[in-house]
């Protein structure tokens, strides 16, 4: 998150991140792996180099979360593995379909989505902040795709 964060947004960034950690991220086995239809992945190579997450969205839909790949480690392909793990899972698992929502500020992310067949469904702002978004005014593009 520190390359994303805005200059003008490092307090709601900061913020952001401490919530995330508290209510999600130092949480992994209970906050995902304890739930049916649910899974988290970490790419390892002497330490995490990405990880993606799936959440339950509804019953027909699951909600990928976390996709994140180190900046050394980007555009030989790892992004893509993982969202082919967290999508032949959401299959497995009996999904029909995967939401996802990224910010403005992830222009790689949103330009992979599109490349492995997501569309955007909406575009929100974001005052209010949560372990999902710093909020802060900032544009959340939500996608889709049919399984």
């Excluded at 995902?32 to 990405?50: K, M, N, P, S």
């Excluded at 976390?66 to 480690?73: D, E, F, I, Y």
Aim: proline share 3%; aromatic share 8%.
């Amino acid at each position: 998150m520190d390359e994303l964060t805005p200059p003008h947004l490092e307090a709601e960034f900061a913020a952001y991140v401490d919530t995330a950690i508290r209510e999600e991220l130092s949480r992994i086995e209970e906050y995902y792996l304890a739930r049916a239809g649910q899974g988290f992945w970490v790419a390892d190579e002497d330490g995490v180099i990405g990880m993606v997450g799936v959440e339950r969205h509804s019953e027909r839909t699951a909600e990928l979360r976390r996709m994140a790949v180190a900046a050394p480690h980007r555009r030989r392909g790892l992004g893509r593995q993982l969202l082919h793990t967290a999508e032949a899972f959401c299959r497995d698992s009996g999904y029909a379909s995967m939401v996802l929502s990224t910010s403005e500020l992830q222009v790689p992310a949103m330009k992979l989505y599109e490349s492995s067949g997501y569309r955007r469904v909406r575009a929100e702002v974001a005052q209010s902040a949560s372990h999902k978004t710093p909020g802060a005014g900032l544009t959340r593009f939500w996608f889709e795709k049919s399984l």
